[in-house]
């Protein structure tokens, strides 16, 4: 019996969904997108039926091989893991993984969780993009000063990895609260060539199912 095909609950603007997309087009993987409206009816990540199998009612949540998974770098392990195949999202080499890891984290940890949509929702429409843009400038400038030493075409050397998969969306963050990124070059040279790579491309925003027609 042919296995069914993976389930990605997602919302079109979400960062930690968008590097699951990425990760699921570059390794070429067939899915379903079900939404979640992280907005409307305040918010369908906190209905009954979600929160019994993402806890922390939180997207993405990516339903794959029989197994629920939630975390969107616990899920791109999973999936690098089970699909080892190129294009290889973790180096091989310990040392160039544990830097891949770090930058992801930088973004994952210091940057999108004090500017997610929780967040901002407790900060109030007046303030929010104060402190968007004060927080994603703060982690920007450690990221430049990193990337700048661990840059090739790409966060580390010439590959795509887990870096870039965190990077892109967190740049489109950047631009949303107007951050200045005339004074980050490395972060804007790396986002500007991943930005025409077809697995990009097909996970952006404009692209989902649930995106706005006024945003595609």
Request: charged share 25%; net charge neutral; proline share 6%.
């Amino acid at each position: 019996m042919a296995a069914s095909k993976p389930i990605l609950y997602s919302y079109f603007r979400s960062s930690c969904s968008w590097r699951v997309r990425i990760a699921l087009a570059l390794k070429e993987i067939d899915y379903e997108t079900k939404a979640v409206n992280l907005i409307k009816d305040g918010g369908q990540q906190h209905s009954k039926d979600y929160a019994s199998f993402n806890p922390i009612e939180q997207v993405p949540t990516l339903i794959i091989d029989g197994h629920t998974l939630i975390q969107s770098l616990p899920i791109i392990e999973y999936i690098e893991e089970t699909r080892p195949d190129l294009p290889k999202l973790l180096p091989k080499e310990p040392l160039k993984r544990a830097t891949v890891r770090a930058i992801a984290e930088i973004v994952n940890s210091g940057i999108q969780p004090i500017q997610n949509s929780a967040v901002l929702q407790k900060i109030g429409d007046e303030g929010k993009i104060e402190w968007g843009n004060f927080w994603i400038d703060r982690g920007f400038g450690a990221l430049e000063k990193m990337l700048s030493r661990t840059a090739g075409k790409y966060c580390v050397g010439d590959d795509i990895t887990l870096a870039d998969l965190c990077l892109v969306p967190q740049i489109y963050n950047a631009k949303r609260f107007k951050v200045d990124m005339s004074k980050f070059p490395v972060i804007s040279r790396i986002g500007e060539e991943l930005s025409g790579h077809e697995a990009f491309i097909a996970a952006h925003p404009s692209k989902q199912p649930d995106c706005p027609d006024d945003l595609k």
